[in-house]
């Protein structure tokens, strides 16, 4: 049956990075190794300084044992996402036209009273002009 594991991105495995909370990326495999610092044969900054990138190179080149690989595994807590980060979108919208429709709509709207106050006088003389005959 297979084991599931938890997937880090490079960015959340690089933001451990203090003696308080210190992960190491090696082969894929992300290692919280915050209670090995101090039991480091080469020391803490070491570790310290592997934090943030991808450090297999940095091990591999360290010549380390057989049972330094293996007591890798207790401090193993989940591998390296493969998927590539997708960027975020960004949304603009679009300004709405402030050209002569919207201004002509805008002072319609706030001067409705002098084209309702023509129409009125136009039908008190419309029906005045009608009771003369």
């Known amino acids: 049956m297979p084991t599931l594991t938890k997937l880090y991105s ?17 082969d894929g495999k992300i290692y919280d190794v915050t209670k090995y610092l101090e039991d480091h044969p080469g020391g803490a900054d070491i570790l310290l300084e592997a934090t943030g990138k991808d450090a297999t190179e940095e091990f591999d080149d360290a010549g380390h044992s057989k049972s330094a ?30 050209g002569f429709a919207s201004k002509l709509m805008d002072s319609a709207v706030q001067y409705w009273a002098i084209p309702a106050a023509a129409a009125g006088i136009s039908i008190v003389a419309a029906i005045l002009y009608a009771r003369r005959k």
């Open 69 to 98: 690989k293996e007591l890798m595994q207790d401090y193993f807590i989940g591998e390296l996402d493969p998927t590539p980060e997708i960027p975020e979108m960004e949304v603009f919208r679009k300004e709405q036209d402030t």
């Open 10 to 26: 490079m960015e959340e495995a690089a933001l451990h990075n203090t003696p308080d909370d210190c992960w190491v990326v090696v």
